[in-house]
């Protein structure tokens, strides 16, 4: 079992950049597959990124690709969201998610992750 603490959120203006963590307990975080998620007010929670168990591969909502880079650190048990070029549209409740397996598989749908986040707020104001 895993839990995972999102931090980084915060208000910033159209244009600028922010960088979210996600902590993770537990010794075997190295097993496990990530993905960050996103919660816009009266919208469904949708995918946003993805990397696999080794890092080796990552993918990415459309309308992040170029902006948004995620990526981990497996001796510090901690994945990471990169975001840049932010726009008032990426302004939503961001959420780090888990799941086991996956060693090169990255996953997009959000019920196949089985550990959630309690979610860190990003504002992006115009």
């Known amino acids: 079992q895993v839990q995972l603490v999102e931090s980084g959120g915060g208000l910033v203006q159209a244009g600028g950049s922010l960088r979210l963590s996600c902590a993770a307990s537990g010794r075997t975080f190295s097993s496990y597959a990530m993905g960050w998620f996103r919660q816009a007010p009266g919208k469904e929670r949708e995918f946003v990124a993805a990397?696999?168990?080794?890092?080796?591969?990552?993918y990415y909502l459309d309308s992040v690709k170029g902006r948004f880079s995620i990526s981990r650190d497996n001796a510090k048990n901690t994945a990471y969201l990169q975001m840049n070029s932010l726009k008032p549209e990426d302004t939503a409740i961001y959420y780090c998610a888990a799941r086991s397996g996956g060693y090169y598989t990255t996953y997009v749908n959000r019920y196949e992750y089985n550990y959630w986040g309690q979610g860190t707020q990003v504002t992006v104001s115009s």
């Open positions: 990397v696999s168990q080794n890092g080796g591969r990552t």
